[in-house]
């Protein structure tokens, strides 16, 4: 059978109609014991092994799915051959979506679907099947299992996981270049029919893109497409079903492509010659200007670096690419000068960093352009010849001697006549002045190389018809050293020559320093002035010498010191002497030559009373004599202590007395009756709250009127005590105990009274209320009881 023959076969089978509800027969054997059914075969223990007839013969039911009649739909029928048709015999279904999705004629065995079955919710459903006997309830036929498969129809469109794709490729690319695939599903079955065939198409894109009908895969349609041209694309692809044919379903997808960028563009400058300026007083590092070459590219394609590849300012100048801004920063690289040369011409190239190979062809990148620099005059300060001066002089020269000069220019072609001045903060002390016109520095006070060896000045140059214009110049002064100063001992000797010294001993060995400094180092000779009985010097050619003594035997008891005058001189010009005299003590030595004693007066001491004994003896003494002071001192303070001692800090302002008085009958209190009488004052009467150091003049007061009033009393008595010289030296306050003129029951204390109470009668008390039955009770009944006493 040829490929042609099979095919009109399958077409032929295709559109013959195939029922889709096959009658299921139940077939009954003869009798219930097993019969030969097919082949036969043998086991293992060589007897014949027979299969057993089944009763149920079975073919799968097949239902369409999403059913739209209103009636139930039918799927099949079970017939069992022991049904006569009397209804004897009952069918029973059971499994998956019985009695609910299917339903069975328990006397026909007709099975029908009761809703609509999606396929896509389950493909196949397992039943099992069984007839009965309607009156004894006992199987006729063994329980079965059979299928329902469910056919599928094309209910179902495709569809993309994602609404929206984004994509990507770069410009440029050439034709058939892969974008992106974009996949749809279709939940139909694809094992039947095309309901789950797709192909793809595009519906918006073209002609720049297409799609591969079969995998989905979008390409490039057109060649050189220029991402500066345009950059975004739209693309909407459809996937239909059944192939694509008329009538299948379909689903759409949107595809949003970018063109990415490529170096397929050179930089560009927008100007051939670009003019710039700058002063020419601006320093080195100065940025003058920038140039930028366009480019149609973005990010790394785009970067270019600049560079001076001509001109005659390429010592002059530099530049440096920005990379943020991607511009070219022209900078000054020497001092200019208006007057040396006015105009500067570069040429400058941008060239890409990223180059492709790909798109040589479109080269080159690279762009110039010629730069004018114009520098432009300025009024300049002066310039001095040089950056720094240095002036040695010798310390011994004399006042108004010119030590240097410094020079100094206008640089700006009018050329100004030039002012010098010395910055006297670098001169402090003012030894040094400079001619304002020459610039000529001299000396105006002496120098001393051993009080400052440098001077650091600063000269300031200006010009005349512009005084604010400055510059400085550092100016470095040396002092030459002179030997000018004499040698002297270097230290403090304290020398000493034991009573039991012998000829030529060493007692001491000398040096000697001197300020100057001279080119050949110190060299010093040492002498004595005169010819000495005693003692001798001897030099030892190293800065140093010894101190010998010349005869044997000294004693304390003749000569106790003796003064030793030792020239001392240098060997620079001119040379330079001193004398040194040196103070040396006899002293009392023990047999090492250790010394024990230099004084005379310890000779008169008993010879068993020792240096020891003798300090502490004299420590003993100055003890005593301290604990006899701070027992007087503390004396002292006692005496002006006073006699009642406050609670509280000496510095309180009130003195507590700790007592009570003893009332009007306590003649040696306060007379208080006195401040109504002040006739009665008595002579001042000493303080008896201290003790008195000194008996001072009691002062006369004179006496009051009689009308004069309490308040001036007091305040007179105040001013006395304010300049009393007996008075203690802190604050007292005295208590005059004065209520005023305005009691409504008058005055309660005896200050209206004589000095005695028996004249006072206080039953008065009782008719004033409650509120004084005390007082009542204290007055009234002391006078009772003193009159029944």
């Known amino acids: 059978m040829t490929i042609q023959q099979v095919l009109l076969l399958l077409l032929l089978w295709m559109w013959l109609p195939h029922p889709c509800h096959p009658e299921m ?30 009763g149920w013969m079975w073919n799968q039911f097949f239902l369409l799915e999403e059913y739209t009649g209103s009636d139930y739909q039918y799927v099949g029928k079970l017939h069992s051959d022991q049904d006569k048709g009397d209804g004897s015999l009952k069918y029973i279904l059971s499994g998956d979506g019985a009695g609910t999705l299917f339903i069975i004629d328990e006397k026909t065995g007709d099975i029908h679907a009761t809703r609509r079955i999606d396929r896509e919710e389950k493909a196949f459903y397992t039943l099992r099947a069984q007839a009965i006997n309607r009156r004894t309830l006992r199987p006729v036929e063994p329980e079965s299992e059979f299928v329902i498969k469910i056919h599928d129809i ?7 996981p994602e609404e929206i794709y984004t994509a990507s490729v770069p410009e440029m690319s050439v034709v058939g270049t892969s974008v992106v695939q974009v996949t749809a599903t279709d939940a139909d079955d694809p094992s039947y029919g095309n309901s789950a065939r797709i192909i793809y198409s595009i519906l918006q894109g073209q002609p720049y893109f297409s799609v591969e009908p079969e995998t989905g895969i979008i390409r490039t349609a057109l060649p050189n497409m220029n991402r500066e041209n345009r950059e975004q694309y739209q693309v909407v692809i459809q996937a239909k079903d059944m192939g694509g044919q008329m009538g299948g379903l379909s689903g759409t997808t949107t595809v949003n492509i970018t063109l990415t960028d490529v170096n397929d563009n050179p930089p560009r400058f927008p100007q051939s010659t670009i003019h710039l300026r700058i002063p020419e007083s601006s320093p080195v590092g100065t940025a003058i200007g920038s140039v930028k070459a366009t480019d149609a590219d973005t990010g790394k394609n785009a970067e270019v670096e600049y ?30 000068d208006y007057e040396t040369r006015r105009l500067y011409t570069l040429k400058v190239e941008a060239e890409n960093t990223h180059v492709d190979p790909r798109f040589y062809y479109l080269g080159p990148f690279k762009d110039t352009t010629i730069v004018k620099i114009s520098v432009e005059d300025v009024d300049e300060p002066p310039v001095f010849s040089r950056s720094s001066y240095l002036f040695e002089v010798h310390e011994d020269i004399e006042l108004g001697t010119i030590i240097g000069t410094v020079m100094a220019r206008d640089p700006d072609s009018a050329s100004s006549p030039i002012r010098f001045s010395l910055d006297r903060h670098t001169d402090l002390d003012r030894i040094f002045n400079i001619h304002s016109g020459n610039g000529s520095i001299y000396t105006s006070k002496p120098l001393d190389r051993e009080i400052s060896q440098w001077h650091n000045l600063s000269v300031i140059a200006a010009e005349i018809n512009n005084p604010k214009d400055t510059t400085r110049v550092p100016v470095y002064v040396r002092i030459l050293d002179v030997n000018d100063n004499a040698p002297q001992f270097a230290v403090f000797y304290d020398t000493f020559v034991c009573e039991n ?72 010009y001119p040379i330079q002497s001193s004398t040194g005299t040196l103070t040396i003590r006899v002293c009392a030595c023990d047999s090492r030559g250790n010394m024990q004693s230099c004084s005379a007066e310890a000779l008169l001491l008993p010879a068993g009373l020792s240096t020891g004994a003798l300090v502490a003896i004299l420590l003993c003494i100055i003890i005593l004599l301290v604990i006899v002071v701070l027992f007087a001192a503390l004396k002292r303070q006692r005496k002006k202590e006073p006699l009642i001692l406050s609670k509280e800090d000496i510095r309180d302002n009130i ?98 009274s004589g000095t005695t109470e028996g004249d006072q009668n206080y039953d008065y008390l009782r ?19 003193k009159d029944t006493s």
């Open 307 to 336: 560079r001076i590849i001509d001109g005659d300012g390429t010592d002059m100048f530099d530049i440096v690419t920005q990379k943020d801004t991607q511009e070219g920063i022209i900078t000054v690289r020497k001092p200019l």
């Open 25 to 54: 027969l139940f077939r009954r054997t003869p009798d219930l014991r097993p019969k030969s059914f097919g082949g036969r075969a043998s086991g293992n223990d060589g007897k014949a092994i027979h299969r057993q007839k089944r």
């Open 655 to 752: 003195v507590s007395y700790n007592d009570e008085g003893g009332g009007e009958e306590d003649t040696q209190a306060f007379d208080i009756g006195t401040l109504r009488n002040p006739a009665a004052i008595e002579d001042k009467k000493l303080r008896r709250d201290i003790i008195p150091e000194n008996l001072f003049v009691p002062r006369r007061t004179p006496s009051a009127p009689d009308n004069t009033d309490v308040r001036d009393f007091i305040n007179q008595r105040l001013k006395e005590h304010d300049t009393d010289p007996s008075a203690p030296p802190y604050d007292s306050l005295a208590t005059y105990a004065y209520e005023g003129n305005d009691s409504i029951a008058e005055s309660l204390s005896s200050l209206e």
């Open 154 to 160: 094309n209910d179902n469109e495709p569809t993309f």
């Open 767 to 785: 008719e004033w209320g409650p509120r004084f039955n005390k007082l009542a009770e204290m007055y009234g009944g002391g006078e009772s009881d």
């Open 501 to 572: 010294a012998r000829a030529g001993q060493l007692i001491q060995t000398i040096s000697a320093v001197d300020k100057d400094d001279p080119l050949g180092g110190q060299k010093f000779f040492f002498s004595l002035a005169a010819v000495n009985p005693n003692f001798t010097v001897q030099d030892n050619e190293d800065n140093t010498a010894r101190i010998l003594t010349r005869r044997n035997g000294f004693s304390r008891h003749e000569i106790s010191t003796y003064l030793l005058p030792v020239v001392i001189s240098d060997n620079d």
